[in-house]
C-alpha cells in the first residue's frame, strides 16, 4: 500500500473502532484511536501473515500487550480478512467470539490471550526466544501502553530481551501521555522512556506515531538491527481523529452514546472525504 492508501485505511479502522465500542456500550476508544496508524502499518504492510492460514508456521506473531485497546486489534483483524468487519458490532455482546480483551482460542489471527497489563511483552519475549532456539526466521511484535510501563514486569522482560539479544523483536510504545487516571507523568512518570529502554541494550528509535513515514522508516531499521532488539517509542494522541475525544484521559474507557457516535463518524467521515480528494 502507499502512504495514501495507508491513511484511507487508518480512517475506516478508526470508524470500525467506534463503531464496535458504540455497539458495545462500553470498551477502550482512546488508546485503540491512538494505535491506529501503528495497527494499520502493522497488518496491511510490515507482518508476514495470512488471513487464509491464520496459524501458518512461518508467520510472524503479534502480541497486544495493552489488551484493553482490542477494539483498534480486531478493527485491523477484520479490515485484513481474517473475519467479518460486521462482526465488530458484536463487540462485548455475550456470546460473541470478540471479548473485551484478546482470546486466542476464538478469534483468528490471535497470537496471545491478553489484558493483565505488563504479561503481553513477557509472552513475545517467550515467542522470539523460541524462534531463535528453533532457528525460525519469523519475527515478533508486541505493542504497550504507556502507562503500562509503569508495570515492573515490563522491565523483568526487557532485561531478558536485551541479555538475549533479540534481534527478531520489536517492542512499540504507544505514548499518548494519557492512563486511566490522568497523565503518565502526573501519576508515575515512567520518562525518559527511551533512556529506559536503551539502558537495558534496546535499539531505539522515536517516531510520530502517526507519520507512515516515519514508521515505515522505524519498522526498515528494526530489520536490519542485527544483535539487540528494537523499542520504538511512538508520540502519538489519545482519541486520534475524534475531535471531543483526542487528548482526553476521560475518553480511555468508555463507549459514546448515540449523539457523540454520530459527532464521531461525522469527523472521520469528513477526514475520509479530505483523504479522496488528495
Given at each position: 500500500m502507499n502512504k495514501s492508501e495507508l491513511m484511507k485505511t487508518a480512517n475506516e479502522i478508526r470508524k470500525s473502532i467506534v463503531t464496535a465500542v458504540h455497539a458495545a456500550k462500553s470498551g477502550h476508544p482512546g488508546g485503540s484511536l491512538s494505535a491506529a496508524d501503528i495497527y494499520t502499518y502493522l497488518y496491511f504492510e510490515e507482518l508476514n501473515i495470512d488471513p487464509k492460514d491464520p496459524k501458518k508456521a512461518d508467520r510472524d506473531r503479534f502480541v497486544l500487550s495493552k489488551g484493553h485497546t482490542a477494539p483498534g486489534y480486531y478493527s485491523a483483524l477484520a479490515h485484513r480478512g481474517f473475519f467479518p468487519v460486521e462482526d465488530l458490532k458484536t463487540l462485548r455482546h455475550t456470546g460473541s467470539y470478540l471479548q473485551g480483551h484478546p482470546d486466542m482460542k476464538h478469534i483468528p489471527g490471535v497470537d496471545m490471550s491478553s489484558g493483565s497489563l505488563g504479561q503481553g511483552i513477557s509472552a513475545a519475549v517467550g515467542m522470539a526466544i523460541s524462534a531463535k532456539l528453533s532457528n525460525d526466521d519469523y519475527r515478533v511484535y508486541t505493542l504497550l501502553g504507556d502507562g503500562e510501563i509503569q508495570e515492573g514486569q515490563v522491565w523483568e522482560a526487557s532485561m531478558l530481551a536485551g541479555f538475549r539479544k533479540l534481534d527478531n523483536l520489536v517492542v512499540i510504545v504507544d505514548n499518548n501521555n494519557l492512563q486511566i487516571d490522568g497523565r503518565i507523568d502526573e501519576v508515575n512518570s515512567p520518562y525518559?522512556?527511551?533512556?529506559?529502554?536503551?539502558?537495558?541494550?534496546?535499539?531505539?528509535?522515536?517516531?510520530?506515531?502517526?507519520?507512515?513515514?516515519?514508521?515505515?522508516?522505524?519498522?526498515?531499521?528494526?530489520?536490519?538491527?542485527?544483535?539487540?532488539?528494537?523499542?520504538?517509542?511512538?508520540?502519538?494522541?489519545?482519541?486520534?481523529?475524534?475531535?471531543?475525544?483526542?487528548?482526553?484521559?476521560?475518553?480511555?474507557?468508555?463507549?459514546?452514546?448515540?449523539?457523540?457516535?454520530?459527532?464521531?463518524?461525522?469527523?472521520?467521515?469528513?477526514?475520509g472525504e479530505a483523504l479522496c480528494q488528495k
Amino acid at each position: 500500500m502507499n502512504k495514501s492508501e495507508l491513511m484511507k485505511t487508518a480512517n475506516e479502522i478508526r470508524k470500525s473502532i467506534v463503531t464496535a465500542v458504540h455497539a458495545a456500550k462500553s470498551g477502550h476508544p482512546g488508546g485503540s484511536l491512538s494505535a491506529a496508524d501503528i495497527y494499520t502499518y502493522l497488518y496491511f504492510e510490515e507482518l508476514n501473515i495470512d488471513p487464509k492460514d491464520p496459524k501458518k508456521a512461518d508467520r510472524d506473531r503479534f502480541v497486544l500487550s495493552k489488551g484493553h485497546t482490542a477494539p483498534g486489534y480486531y478493527s485491523a483483524l477484520a479490515h485484513r480478512g481474517f473475519f467479518p468487519v460486521e462482526d465488530l458490532k458484536t463487540l462485548r455482546h455475550t456470546g460473541s467470539y470478540l471479548q473485551g480483551h484478546p482470546d486466542m482460542k476464538h478469534i483468528p489471527g490471535v497470537d496471545m490471550s491478553s489484558g493483565s497489563l505488563g504479561q503481553g511483552i513477557s509472552a513475545a519475549v517467550g515467542m522470539a526466544i523460541s524462534a531463535k532456539l528453533s532457528n525460525d526466521d519469523y519475527r515478533v511484535y508486541t505493542l504497550l501502553g504507556d502507562g503500562e510501563i509503569q508495570e515492573g514486569q515490563v522491565w523483568e522482560a526487557s532485561m531478558l530481551a536485551g541479555f538475549r539479544k533479540l534481534d527478531n523483536l520489536v517492542v512499540i510504545v504507544d505514548n499518548n501521555n494519557l492512563q486511566i487516571d490522568g497523565r503518565i507523568d502526573e501519576v508515575n512518570s515512567p520518562y525518559p522512556i527511551d533512556k529506559k529502554f536503551e539502558a537495558f541494550n534496546f535499539h531505539v528509535i522515536n517516531i510520530d506515531g502517526h507519520d507512515f513515514d516515519q514508521i515505515a522508516a522505524a519498522f526498515k531499521e528494526a530489520k536490519e538491527t542485527k544483535g539487540m532488539p528494537t523499542a520504538i517509542i511512538a508520540k502519538t494522541i489519545k482519541g486520534k481523529g475524534v475531535s471531543f475525544m483526542e487528548d482526553q484521559a476521560g475518553w480511555h474507557g468508555k463507549a459514546p452514546n448515540d449523539e457523540e457516535y454520530k459527532i464521531a463518524m461525522e469527523d472521520l467521515e469528513k477526514a475520509g472525504e479530505a483523504l479522496c480528494q488528495k
